[in-house]
């Protein structure tokens, strides 16, 4: 399981470990089956809606230390361009590449698919005549 967070603790649990940390974004990627993980989750369960238990993400995030990332589409859009800029140079996928790998859609399709996305989130955002 992993979670997307603002901030983190400075001591996670063994259970839990930051794979990949931006200027505004960390990436925890959480072991759900370490006996711990299972034992504080069942310290959290609670009935969210009647009939139905299970653990809210607020309380788990509270309890870590963490604070949730709620970024926008267009935060979200700017992040996957990076990403995508990451992939094209990354060395194993120039490898690829060399050794034939031809998918039906490409980084660059990729890319142009989300510069669509960011205009069209542009245009919303400009006021109506």
Not at 36 to 41: D, I, K
Not at 47 to 70: F, Q
Not at 71 to 88: C, K, N, W
């Amino acid at each position: 399981m992993k979670l997307y967070a603002k901030t983190i603790s400075n001591t996670l649990p063994d259970w839990a470990t930051t794979v990949t940390k931006s200027a505004d974004l960390f990436e925890v990627e959480i072991n759900d089956e370490h006996p711990n993980f299972q034992s504080l989750l069942e310290d959290l369960e609670s009935e969210i809606v009647p009939g139905t238990l299970g653990v809210k993400a607020e309380d788990l995030c509270s309890r870590l230390g963490i604070e949730m990332s709620n970024p926008s589409l267009q935060q979200l859009v700017e992040q996957a361009q990076t990403l995508i800029s990451f992939i094209a140079t990354h060395p194993h996928y120039e490898q690829l590449l060399k050794t034939g790998y031809q998918p039906d859609l490409n980084i660059a399709d990729a890319q142009t698919a989300l510069t669509y996305l960011e205009w069209e989130l542009e245009r919303n955002r400009e006021p109506s005549d």
